[in-house]
């Protein structure tokens, strides 16, 4: 990592993404609890306190934080609806879950001094190739091997389809691959920038435009953590609505 | 610059100063522990929301939808309401107001003929009265003639003795009677 002594500047931009033990220190095993699980725990109390809490009047005229949860139903759920069609709707909690999950997570990660779970590949992951084996187990349950019809463009001349085939199968399997690391990268790289910023605002000469410069790119995650969420969980939808329907 | 926590913490991916030794999110070492408690959230995450929050909302927005459509109909239903008691507003201001037409054209009719009742009386007692003065205008009228004659004989009876003449009345009544006529 680039260290000056001379100018007292200091980068480690990727030092927030450390996983730390939160009580003592020692080696993190699998079941430790560290800063991760103090920010997933947070994102789930603030879940568990807009929707289950806030909910919990079922006001016929809503509060406001029972109407803010019931955006986010209202939204996620006519997606599914929209994407996936009626048939598809039995699957909304699960989806569901992503959305709050890694929407609360992107947001507690703007806080200062905050960590970011969904900036770890490893989490990512888990919910991409979460996604991708249940949408393939759910395709196969559902359509037997007509589930691979996806692969076959009926429309397309007879000579294309096996090439075509080829490159489906190919995207198929991509698919985890990039639904994982659009958000870990987003995320990951808007917080590392706006460390570099940071870093740069120790500079007396440099700090307005490094000040300047952090809030704009807060601004712009700001955008990108909203857009991250959508972007994840319509890709979601999108992956069930092939399993669900493969014909093209 | 190595402090003691720093230290401890200190494995494969991190250097002695507490830095991260390349990209903290490809170490090895902390995965299991993520996906563990990554894990243990979206579980902990879908049971709230599949349990508790998804139904109670989804229950709260259909009950709203369902209170909507009610009040609209009722809504609807009192406007159908208002709109007939309007209707009938209107028919019994018509109807009255033909009542009244009927009983104002009843009452000039009646007027009108107590009208001509009275103004054919009046016609009748005026021309009895205007009988009744031209016979006395025609009375006086001959009267006077008469008169006119008589004093017309005298004048010229007086007036042929103070010429010296006789006056015979047969002649002076012949000359008055033809110049009475011219």
Redesign the interface.
């Known amino acids: 990592?680039a260290e000056e002594k001379t100018g007292g500047l200091v980068f480690?931009p990727?030092?927030q993404?450390?996983?730390?033990?939160l009580f003592g220190?020692?080696?993190?095993?699998?079941?430790?609890?560290?800063n991760?699980?103090l920010w997933?725990?947070i994102?789930?109390l603030c879940?568990?306190a807009l929707?289950?809490i806030g909910?919990?009047g079922?006001?016929?005229v809503?509060t406001r934080v029972?109407s803010l949860?019931?955006l986010a139903?209202?939204f996620i759920y006519k997606m599914v609806e929209d994407v996936c069609g009626k048939d598809g709707v039995k699957y909304?909690?699960?989806i569901?879950?992503l959305f709050?999950?890694i929407l609360f997570s992107n947001y507690l990660a703007l806080i200062p001094m905050s960590y970011s779970?969904t900036?770890?590949?490893?989490?990512t992951a888990?919910?991409g190739f979460g996604v991708f084996f249940a949408v393939t187990i759910l395709g196969f349950v559902l359509n037997g091997p007509a589930f691979l019809g996806l692969f076959w463009m009926k429309d397309a001349p007879a000579i294309l389809r096996p090439i075509i085939a080829v490159i489906e199968v190919i995207s198929y399997f991509v698919r985890p691959v990039s639904h994982s690391i659009r958000l870990?990268g987003n995320i990951?790289a808007g917080h590392a920038v706006l460390k570099v910023f940071a870093g740069f605002a120790a500079l007396t000469l440099v700090s307005p435009v490094a000040i300047v410069g952090i809030v704009a790119i807060y601004g712009l995650e700001i955008l990108v953590c909203g857009i991250q969420a959508y972007v994840f969980t319509i890709l979601t939808c999108v992956y069930l609505k092939d399993a669900l329907h493969p014909a093209h | 610059m190595a402090t003691e926590t720093h230290d401890t913490v200190a494995g494969v991916c991190v250097d002695a100063g507490g830095s991260a030794l390349g990209m903290p999110q490809l170490c090895a070492d902390w995965m299991p522990n993520q996906i563990f408690w990554l894990l243990v959230t979206l579980i902990a995450i879908y049971f709230v929301m599949s349990r508790i929050a998804l139904p109670r909302i989804g229950a709260v927005l259909a009950e709203r939808s369902g209170t909507i459509t009610n009040d609209i109909a009722a809504a609807e239903e009192l406007k159908n309401k208002a709109a007939e008691a309007e209707a009938a507003y209107d028919q019994a201001l018509l109807d009255a107001r033909a009542e009244a037409q009927k009983i104002v054209n009843a009452a000039k009719a009646e007027m009108q003929v107590a009208l001509d009742v009275e103004l054919q009386k009046a016609d009748a007692q005026i021309a009895a009265k205007t009988a009744e003065s031209e016979a006395a205008i025609g009375e006086i009228r001959a009267g006077s003639v008469k008169s006119v004659t008589a004093v017309a004989k005298d004048t010229a009876k007086a007036l042929v003795v103070a010429l010296g003449g006789t006056a015979d009345a047969k002649t002076i009544t012949a000359a008055v009677t033809a110049r009475m006529k011219g």
């Open positions: 990592m480690h990727l030092d993404f450390i996983v730390k033990p220190d020692g080696a993190v095993s699998w079941y430790t609890p560290t991760v699980t997933l725990g994102a789930l879940i568990v929707f289950a909910s919990r079922r006001a016929i809503p029972q949860g019931e139903y209202g909304f909690p699960y569901m879950t709050v999950f779970p900036s770890m590949i490893a989490i888990i919910l870990a990951m």
